[in-house]
């Protein structure tokens, strides 16, 4: 039973190691993530970027 104990303990630090590197190796790409929004944003709402058609005013 001690065994069977110490691989389930083994196991669940296992996982909580994969999950705290997953949560490090990705966490530094969603600043770029948001980076690339905001400037997708700025260039869709921005008057500098802004095509003037026949139908504008």
Same mark, same amino acid.
């Given at each position: 039973?001690? &065994?069977?104990?110490?691989? &389930?303990?083994?196991?669940? &630090?296992?996982? @909580? @190691? ?15 993530? =948001? ?6 944003? #700025?260039?869709? =709402? ?9 139908? #504008? #005013?």
């Amino acid at each position: 039973m001690a &065994v069977l104990d110490q691989k &389930v303990v083994m196991w669940i &630090v296992a996982a @909580v @190691v994969a999950f705290i590197i997953y949560r490090i190796l990705f966490s530094a790409k969603e600043p770029s993530l =948001t980076r690339y929004e905001r400037e997708m944003e #700025e260039i869709l =709402t921005s008057d500098k970027y802004k095509v003037k058609g026949r139908f #504008e #005013e």
